[in-house]
């Protein structure tokens, strides 16, 4: 049965932009039949904390947003790099950055294993923004050192395992999707359909974090935000008018980005 996933990072509050792509997961998934799922994404244990995972089930359910299941955490799930294949790189993050790595031409016994990821054109489709196409150009590490697994293979061997045919997440994930099909290629798994949402800016004119504390659900809640004004700022970036799924169509889902101000006011991100 086709599903869909909200997939919570417990190290920060939820903010606007959070809200707009797991609105738009939920509706999307509402809107054609789909499950939704909840899965907390507290891979980095060194920053996931429980009681911030509580806060986003509770911002989740303020914004109206239920889901039928709620898989295993990361952190309970085990993962390997069978049938990828890999390479061990010694390289600091400077020295890969400034001198380049070369280590996939070398056989180190130690380091992060990093995707060996196979070069060439990656064509998809988005389902706002249609046609797609990238270029890998990078090898993601996907297990470190320690054994510990890295993001980029825990995301699709998730999605993988929990049946999730529909990823629907923040547009800053755009690029990385080539890499990540490469990935569903090598598993020989079936890649999911993909929609990603408008990228929401600081005033600063950063991707909003957790630096933006203003922009915080938390926040706006004790600024004495209704979960209908939210949406009042939202739902015009995904091209509704009210929150209901059968309105939802991903073709009229914004390209982005956007600026939201201190007040919480949304203005297309101008240059
Ligand atoms: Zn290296």
């Known amino acids: 049965m086709a599903a869909g996933r909200l997939a919570p990072t ?76 890999v390479f061990r790189c010694v390289c600091t993050r400077a020295t890969r950055l400034y001198l380049g790595c070369f280590c996939r031409h070398k056989a180190h016994d130690r380091g992060h294993w990093r995707f060996d990821t196979p070069r060439g054109p990656v064509a998809f489709v988005d389902r706002a923004s249609g046609p797609q196409v990238f270029e890998p150009d990078e090898d993601p590490i996907l297990m470190r050192d320690d054994g510990e697994a890295a993001y980029p293979m825990a995301v699709v061997m998730d999605d993988h395992r929990d049946g999730v045919s529909e990823v629907v997440r923040g547009g800053d994930l755009l690029p990385a999707t080539a890499t990540q099909i490469r990935l569903y290629e090598v598993l020989g798994f079936t890649p999911p359909t993909w929609l990603h949402t408008p990228v929401l800016l600081g005033p600063d ?39 209901d799924p059968g309105d939802f169509d991903a073709q009229k889902v914004c390209r982005g980005p956007f600026v939201v101000d201190e007040e919480g006011r949304v203005s297309p991100h101008s240059g």
């Open 10 to 85: 417990p190290s920060g509050h939820l903010h606007l932009g959070n809200a707009l792509a797991f609105g738009a997961a939920w509706l999307s998934a509402r809107a054609s039949g789909a499950r939704v799922l909840l899965r907390v994404e507290d891979l980095d244990r060194g920053r996931a904390r429980d009681d911030v995972a509580a806060a986003q089930r509770d911002d989740l359910r303020w914004l109206g947003l239920d889901w039928d299941e709620e898989t295993a955490p990361q952190s309970e799930r085990r993962y390997a790099l069978d049938g990828i294949p």
């Open 205 to 243: 004119g950063k991707k909003l974090s957790k630096s933006h504390g203003s922009t915080e659900l938390r926040a706006l809640r004790t600024a004495g935000w209704t979960a209908d004004r939210a949406w009042s700022v939202l739902l015009p970036l995904l091209g509704l008018r009210h929150f």
